[in-house]
Nanobody, 123 residues
Framework: QLQLVESGGGLVQPGGSLRLSCAAS????????MGWFRQAPGKEREGVSL????????YYADSVKGRFAISRDNAKRMVYLEMNSLKPEDTAHYYC????????????????WGQGTQVTVSS
């Protein structure tokens, strides 16, 4: 069964940090570009950070540059999103996604999506 399962979300104060994890099962992670997307209530889903199959290229939304870091461990079938200096505007449901095609992932299209994990930044 092909599956992406996110974890690591929660409630954090502004300025705090969280590390999101995405566990892949049922397929070979090496063949897929991976990404983190988020959606806040009343807003469209946006791409937060993406990473190519071999980690040679990453993408960050302007709103998270310098604060978030994406990484992956293909052997462990894991993708991570390190989030620092969190702001209330980072509050959203965060989704992990996998795409065989980097170009498709850049426009928000993926072959597989996880169920997501909630991140709430509030004092």
């Amino acid at each position: 069964q092909l599956q992406l399962v996110e974890s690591g979300g929660g409630l954090v104060q502004p300025g705090g940090s969280l590390r999101l994890s995405c566990a892949a099962s049922g397929f070979t992670l090496d063949y897929y570009a991976m990404g983190w997307f988020r959606q806040a209530p009343g807003k469209e889903r946006e791409g937060v950070s993406l990473i190519t199959r071999d980690s040679s290229t990453t993408y960050y939304a302007d709103s998270v540059k310098g604060r978030f870091a994406i990484s992956r461990d293909n052997a462990k079938r894991m993708v991570y999103l390190e989030m620092n200096s969190l702001k209330p505007e980072d509050t959203a449901h965060y989704y992990c996604a996998a795409s065989y095609n980097w170009g498709r992932l850049r426009v928000g299209e993926a072959d597989y999506w996880g169920q997501g994990t909630q991140v709430t930044v509030s004092s």
